[in-house]
Nanobody
Framework: QVQFVESGGDLVQPGGSLRLSCAAS????????MAWYRQAPGKQRELVAQ???????NYVNSVKGRFTISRDNVKRTMYLQMNNLKPEDTAVYYC??????????WGQGTQVTVSS
């Protein structure tokens, strides 16, 4: 099973930047396609960005050009660099496999609040 611990969330002003980190356990970490998800109040969790074991990335349209996903397989850590943040980015951000497994537990997430 894989365990996830998210960190780096904070309160920032519109246009600001933030870098989120995701520490993951598991000896097979390097082969998984991983992803960042977010959930805003009253909304369903949505896929934000994904990255394969080889470093190929993909993003939801609303964050393209602003967010950058990356991973360090040695450290078993994934990152999300968030630039030009907007109020609509406000949410709890989670990391997990692109295809979450019932075997694995979701982390607590990290709160990102964008407000003036």
């Amino acid at each position: 099973q894989v365990q996830f611990v998210e960190s780096g969330g904070d309160l920032v002003q519109p246009g600001g930047s933030l870098r989120l980190s995701c520490a993951a356990s598991g000896s097979l970490f390097s082969i998984y396609t991983m992803a960042w998800y977010r959930q805003a109040p009253g909304k369903q969790r949505e896929l934000v960005a994904q990255i394969t074991n080889g470093g190929t990335t993909n993003y939801v349209n609303s964050v393209k050009g602003r967010f950058t996903i990356s991973r360090d397989n040695v450290k078993r850590t994934m990152y999300l660099q968030m630039n030009n943040l907007k109020p609509e980015d406000t949410a709890v951000y989670y990391c997990n496999l692109l295809v979450p497994r019932r075997l694995d537990s979701w982390g607590q997430g990290t709160q990102v609040t964008v407000s003036s």
